[in-house]
């Protein structure tokens, strides 16, 4: 008998896709803010749009990959939550930083 995930691995990927675009959303008010006046802030910018966008692309290679394959794609293992959960707290710090020095 084979496993049938459901919705599952769907709505994981829409939720680390949502993560994504929050962490641009971040990335470009603090390019937006530091664009001119702060090159700490644009730098800390772009650094947050690669990390947006690598884990936009990573999310989407690890779906497309487990989904081809026999097993249910697993998206939500620790590790990854707990990287996602420091870039987060990253992010944060660094916007905490652009609100600090304004």
């Given amino acids: 008998m084979t496993r049938d995930p459901g919705l599952q691995p769907e709505r994981t990927l829409l939720a680390w896709r949502r993560t994504a675009l929050g962490l641009m959303a971040n990335a470009v008010l603090l390019i937006a803010s530091g664009a001119g006046t702060s090159p700490v802030r644009l730098g800390l910018g772009i650094v947050v749009a690669v990390v947006a966008l690598c884990c936009w692309a990573a999310v989407g ?25 420091g870039i987060v707290l990253m992010v944060g710090l660094f916007d905490l930083y652009a609100v600090v020095t304004r």
């Fill in 61 to 85: 290679a690890v779906y497309r990959n487990l989904h081809r394959s026999s097993q249910a794609p697993n998206l939500g293992s620790e590790r990854v939550l707990r990287l996602a959960a």
